[in-house]
């Protein structure tokens, strides 16, 4: 017959009176000893993680050869401490385990109940309390044939969550054990259309310059002597020196503002302060979700008073529509879109468009089977399709692409870059026992060439 211990074996010289006690309390000792160990090397990692700095200024850390190598061995201890500490501790609950009595503490389940601020309810009490009873009660038991049902369930204890009036409670059994296995952060999206830009800083709260719109070249050999209407020259006086056609430059000045882009969350004092991990958390999504905003600026900014002027609306850019004929294969139509703006002088760098369409390229077969693009998928392997890296994004609509100059023809600048801050001097948050996190940036783009900036739709095949 199974009972709720095991039957073990016991020497009399061992586990006995005092010897239990005894072999108990030199395993905690060893805790206290090991966790004072690992303390020690957590100080000692502290201290070399104090020693990286940011010799750019710009966000790249150097830390000495020496002492990466001290802090990799340093971490190396601490996780066998920390190994040890563990391994310690699950021998310390099999000596408890074995030193309990074989039937459950019906005293200590109820105390226990009561700490957690529920007591556990015997089956007539709970019977009473019960709807189906309040039901039968309130038609003062005349209700014939009818059957109270309810559920009593094992002994139970519940706890609010994190956020106690807004994501429900938990319930956690009396009998086995549980695990908070807490909450998995969103992982970021890869693709973001700024990584397209090469770093820009300002200073300037506006930007502004020269657009040229437009350019005709005129250039042509020039004779040394020619007739006065442009004829070959006859040799005579009224022959005259030849002279050099003129080309059209058009220009335009424009101004682009600096914009901020911002948003808050309020969270109560005491979430954040049970449950640190939820501002980790919240940092991120508020930093994730201006950069959600910052790739729709960039593409489709309406550039109305102080807002950007998006790619897809900045004048003076070319436009290309895919061929019936190439409909098939988007890839094809990529390139031809890169040659528009190699004939305007200007190198494309980058393509941006939606996973949808990159998804299709990637995936583009020959008449045989065989994919067509061959991309790297190795570990730090980079998105590139003839010689443009990719950014696939589902900022930007699908069906329509651009190719660009990343970094010549357009430039992004960072005025402030994103940051998080927190404050309660705001409205009723110190009265109410809140917090604001506020994420916030700000950012400008320039475009003064805008013949670099190829705007795509691909064709669509006929189903």
Not at 335 to 356: C, Y
Not at 394 to 403: E, M, N
Not at 417 to 429: C, H, I, K, P
Request: glycine fraction near 8%; include cysteine; proline fraction near 4%.
């Amino acid at each position: 017959m199974l009972t709720g211990r095991r039957d073990r074996e016991v020497n009399p010289c061992q586990h006995q009176g005092g010897a239990v006690t005894t072999a108990k309390s030199d395993i905690t000792k060893r805790i206290k000893e090991l966790t004072s160990a690992l303390e020690t090397k957590s100080q000692r990692l502290n201290a070399i993680s104090n020693t990286v700095t940011d010799e750019t200024g710009k966000g790249h850390m150097v830390i000495s050869t020496e002492a990466h190598a001290d802090y990799q061995k340093t971490l190396g201890e601490a996780r066998e401490i920390k190994a040890l500490i563990q391994e310690q501790k699950d021998h310390l609950d099999i000596e408890r385990f074995l030193d309990e009595p074989n039937e459950p503490s019906h005293a200590a389940r109820d105390a226990v109940a009561s700490a957690h601020g529920k007591q556990h309810k015997s089956l007539s009490e709970a019977f009473l309390g019960s709807d189906a009873y309040n039901e039968m009660k309130s038609g003062q038991f005349r209700q014939l044939g009818q059957v109270a049902e309810f559920e009593q369930g094992l002994y139970d204890f519940e706890r609010k969550d994190i956020f106690s009036l807004s994501a429900g409670t938990h319930t956690t059994p009396a009998f086995g054990s549980a695990e908070n296995v807490g909450l998995a952060e969103r992982q970021r999206r890869p693709g973001r259309v700024r990584d397209l830009f090469p770093s820009e800083q300002t200073q300037a709260n506006i930007l502004y310059g020269i657009r040229q719109i437009g350019f005709t070249n005129n250039a042509k050999r020039v004779p040394e002597r020619e007739q006065p209407n442009g004829g070959p020259a006859l040799g005579n006086d009224t022959d005259v020196f030849g002279k050099a056609p003129k080309s059209k430059l058009s220009f335009i000045p424009y101004t682009a503002p600096i914009v901020e882009l911002a948003h808050t969350v309020h969270i109560h004092k005491n979430t954040l302060a049970d449950e640190s991990r939820i501002r980790g958390i919240i940092d991120r999504d508020l930093v994730d979700g201006l950069k959600l905003k910052e790739d729709e600026e960039i593409l489709y900014g309406a550039g109305n008073g102080d807002e950007i002027t998006g790619l897809f609306n900045i004048p003076g850019a070319q436009e290309y529509r895919g061929l019936a004929a190439d409909a098939k294969y988007k890839s094809l139509q990529l390139r031809r879109s890169a040659t528009m703006a190699i004939l305007a002088f200007f190198e494309p760098n980058g393509v941006v468009l939606h996973p949808f369409d990159w998804e299709q390229i990637e995936t583009e077969r020959d008449d045989q089977g065989q994919y067509l693009i061959a991309v790297s998928v190795a570990v730090g392997g980079e998105k590139r399709v003839w010689r443009m890296r990719v950014v696939d994004t589902a900022a930007i609509r699908q069906g329509t692409f651009l190719t660009c100059s990343f970094g010549y023809g357009a430039k992004l600048f960072d005025r402030e870059s994103v940051s998080v801050q927190a404050s309660t001097e705001t409205g009723e948050a110190f009265e109410r026992g809140y917090v604001v996190l506020r994420g916030s940036e700000r950012i400008g783009l320039a475009v003064d060439r805008p013949e670099s900036l190829v705007l795509g739709e691909f064709a669509t095949t006929t189903p």
